[in-house]
């Protein structure tokens, strides 16, 4: 497999590290899904039907989006292949009303099963009973236990994790033309002051709420209801960088 020889700890862990083709496939499908679904976002927040319909000088903004989300595996005959392949299979009456919310579902579940799943064995340090310790198991013992379903856990999480990562960094290609329109012309406002953060106050639905969030009240409501069947508080990327700063068994 091309791998350098070395103890087996060692291989494990750059094992987890590893990122397949199919990986980096899902990634490149959930980024043009995500400049889709921020496109879909901008035009309700512009209260536009169609990018022909906004300011002109908006124009370069809605083509640089439009040419991000391309995909070439989707045929011409679906909206003139401008649609990605994640929403392939939806009806226009769905496109139009589900799309993003779909993503922003698809996301928040991420983050549920990073932090569900990936410290299932290990619980967070209870900070309000102090250093009183009344059990005779060995707290550190435990907290550095680890075993093959940890490390699986582990490995499906990091891909996880990596994704968010990848979804939530710059797009050089719009950045460079969201950062030179919103800074003169931003309606409202509507724009945020780079597209990177317009990208994570759209997957932060719980976090960001009020007049800065993109997700209609009624919508959050929506998503919410997945982790109230689970009887788990509600989690977005915003939330998930405390889970992971405050477990004793993370190493960041």
Same mark, same amino acid.
């Given at each position: 497999?091309?791998?350098?020889?070395?103890?087996?700890?060692?291989?494990?862990?750059?094992?987890?590290?590893?990122?397949?083709?199919?990986?980096?496939?899902?990634?490149?499908?959930?980024?043009? @899904?995500?400049?889709? &679904?921020?496109?879909?976002? $901008?035009?309700?927040? !512009?209260? /536009?039907?169609?990018?022909?319909?906004?300011?002109?000088?908006?124009?370069?903004?809605?083509?640089?989006?439009?040419?991000?989300?391309?995909?070439?595996?989707?045929?011409?005959?679906?909206?003139?292949?401008?649609?990605?392949?994640?929403?392939?299979?939806?009806?226009?009456?769905?496109?139009?009303?589900?799309?993003?919310?779909?993503?922003?579902?698809?996301?928040?579940?991420?983050?549920?099963?990073?932090?569900?799943?990936?410290?299932?064995?290990?619980?967070?340090?209870?900070?309000?009973?102090?250093?009183?310790?009344?059990?005779?198991?060995?707290?550190?013992?435990?907290?550095?236990?680890?075993?093959?379903?940890?490390?699986?856990?582990? @490995?499906?999480?990091? &891909?996880?994790?990596?994704? $968010?990562?990848?979804? !939530?960094? /710059?797009?050089?290609?719009?950045?460079?033309?969201?950062?030179?329109?919103?800074?003169?012309?931003?309606?409202?406002?509507?724009?945020?002051?780079?597209?990177?953060?317009?990208?994570?106050?759209?997957?932060?639905?719980?976090?960001?709420?009020?007049?800065?969030?993109?997700?209609?009240?009624?919508?959050?409501?929506?998503?919410?209801?997945?982790?109230?069947?689970?009887?788990?508080?509600?989690?977005?990327?915003?939330?998930?960088?405390?889970?992971?700063?405050?477990?004793?068994?993370?190493?960041?």
């Amino acid at each position: 497999f091309g791998l350098d020889a070395g103890g087996f700890g060692l291989d494990m862990e750059y094992l987890m590290t590893v990122l397949e083709e199919e990986h980096m496939l899902i990634i490149e499908m959930l980024q043009k @899904a995500t400049t889709f &679904a921020i496109t879909q976002s $901008l035009l309700d927040k !512009l209260e /536009k039907e169609s990018k022909d319909d906004v300011h002109p000088k908006l124009v370069p903004i809605f083509a640089a989006l439009e040419n991000h989300c391309y995909d070439p595996d989707v045929s011409e005959d679906i909206d003139g292949g401008q649609r990605p392949k994640l929403f392939e299979q939806l009806s226009p009456a769905q496109l139009d009303e589900d799309a993003y919310y779909r993503l922003l579902g698809w996301i928040t579940r991420f983050c549920f099963a990073i932090t569900t799943i990936a410290f299932q064995n290990h619980s967070k340090l209870d900070v309000s009973s102090g250093f009183q310790v009344e059990s005779s198991v060995d707290v550190f013992e435990h907290l550095l236990a680890d075993d093959a379903a940890d490390h699986a856990a582990r @490995a499906s999480c990091s &891909a996880l994790l990596n994704i $968010l990562q990848e979804l !939530l960094a /710059k797009y050089e290609e719009v950045e460079a033309v969201w950062g030179a329109i919103a800074e003169v012309h931003n309606p409202k406002p509507k724009l945020s002051h780079s597209f990177a953060i317009q990208v994570a106050s759209f997957f932060c639905p719980f976090s960001i709420s009020g007049g800065h969030g993109q997700t209609p009240v009624a919508k959050v409501q929506q998503l919410k209801q997945f982790f109230d069947d689970a009887q788990q508080e509600e989690t977005d990327p915003l939330k998930l960088v405390s889970v992971l700063l405050y477990h004793p068994n993370v190493a960041i």
